[in-house]
T-cell receptor
Framework: GENVEQHPSTLSVQEGDSAVIKCTYSDSASNYFPWYKQELGKRPQLIIDIRSNVGEKKDQRIAVTLNKTAKHFSLHITETQPEDSAVYFC??????????FGTGTRLLVSP | EADIYQTPRYLVIGTGKKITLECSQTMGHDKMYWYQQDPGMELHLIHYSYGVNSTEKGDLSSESTVSRIRTEHFPLTLESARPSHTSQYLC??????????????FGQGTRLTVV
């Protein structure tokens, strides 16, 4: 079955810096890669996703890149703000298998 | 409005009691999941379902059971609650079997305390 590894487990940056979180997956059949943000005391919510037919997707300050050959995908946050502080989860799935999550990255943005 | 609902939001219960955590979704999703999560920590999958009458255990060993008699309903039952079950339980649903592969939507969670 699918296995998703996520790094780093914690990431501290200064406000305005960029943050990058990386994930690798094992199942070459995976074709859908969402990213979730979970603020303290709240449920995880989707912030961006990418499908295997594209290599990059951007939405304002966040972007996701996908390298199918290497089986890894990354979340990029530019111009970080204190409200970006949260736990971020990557995930991967094929159409028929369950969605598999990474172990999470705690991002702390200091003013 | 299409969403995923969990009840109760908070539950304090004595050791040895039987409890059922409810989860319902109105999005027509095929797949449903139960996760156990301590605050800010990893999502541990305890059960999932691909559709009606289809349930499988997840990666985390659990003393709970689930059922999927209707597409929209996926209750989790603990036959005998123990203090080690104290945690937050998150229910989620996603498309992808007979419907388009989509992200998972999470319920608000049930915070369980066993005393």
């Amino acid at each position: 079955g699918e296995n998703v590894e996520q790094h780093p487990s914690t990431l501290s940056v200064q406000e305005g810096d960029s943050a990058v979180i990386k994930c690798t997956y094992s199942d070459s059949a995976s074709n859908y890669f969402p990213w979730y943000k979970q603020e303290l005391g709240k449920r995880p919510q989707l912030i961006i996703d990418i499908r295997s037919n594209v290599g990059e997707k951007k939405d304002q300050r966040i972007a996701v890149t996908l390298n199918k050959t290497a089986k890894h995908f990354s979340l990029h946050i530019t111009e970080t703000q204190p409200e970006d502080s949260a736990v971020y989860f990557c995930a991967a799935s094929t159409g028929f298998q369950k969605l598999v999550f990474g172990t999470g990255t705690r991002l702390l943005v200091s003013p | 409005e299409a969403d995923i609902y969990q009840t109760p939001r908070y539950l304090v219960i004595g050791t040895g009691k039987k409890i059922t955590l409810e989860c319902s979704q109105t999005m027509g999703h095929d797949k449903m999941y139960w996760y156990q999560q301590d605050p800010g920590m990893e999502l541990h999958l305890i059960h999932y379902s691909y559709g009606v009458n289809s349930t499988e255990k997840g990666d985390l060993s659990s003393e709970s059971t689930v059922s999927r008699i209707r597409t929209e309903h996926f209750p989790l039952t603990l036959e005998s609650a123990r203090p080690s079950h104290t945690s937050q339980y998150l229910c989620a649903s996603s498309g992808g079997v007979v419907t388009r592969n989509t992200e998972a939507f999470f319920g608000q969670g049930t915070r369980l305390t066993v005393v």
